[in-house]
């Protein structure tokens, strides 16, 4: 088991698996510390020495992932609708944010556009 930010992850799992299982990190980031550590996309965890993986750690904790990240997203809609926007009222009554009509689109964006609300 390889620990990656005190989550643990089996040695067989490919980089690009390991690295895009955290939220935050997507195909083009992914990329990008693989091509800045010189790490093959295809390697396995198990292939890497330890110096590479505390690098890659290293860089990893300086990013904003996980939880962190989710609640600076809650908190930008939170602020959006404090303050009244028009984005922020979309959010709030559910319906599409960025201009899509409403016609068939609204049944989508119910599901991706509610804040998640404290009992």
Do not use: W
């Not at 010189?38 to 300086?62: G, R, V």
């Not at 609708?81 to 960025?98: K, N, S």
């Amino acid at each position: 088991m390889v620990f990656l930010l005190g989550v643990s992850i089996t040695e067989s799992t490919m980089v690009t698996k390991a690295l895009t299982s955290f939220y935050g990190i997507g195909p083009n980031v992914c990329a990008r510390l693989c091509a800045k550590h010189s790490i093959h996309p295809m390697a396995k965890l198990a292939s890497l020495q330890t110096p590479k993986l505390n690098e890659l750690q290293a860089d990893m904790a300086k990013m904003t992932l996980e939880n962190d990240l989710r609640k600076e997203l809650r908190d930008n809609i939170g602020r959006l609708r404090e303050l009244g926007t028009y984005r922020g009222r979309r959010h709030a009554q559910g319906l599409p944010v960025r201009g899509q009509k409403t016609k068939k689109q609204v049944a989508t964006a119910r599901r991706f556009n509610t804040l998640e609300r404290r009992g």
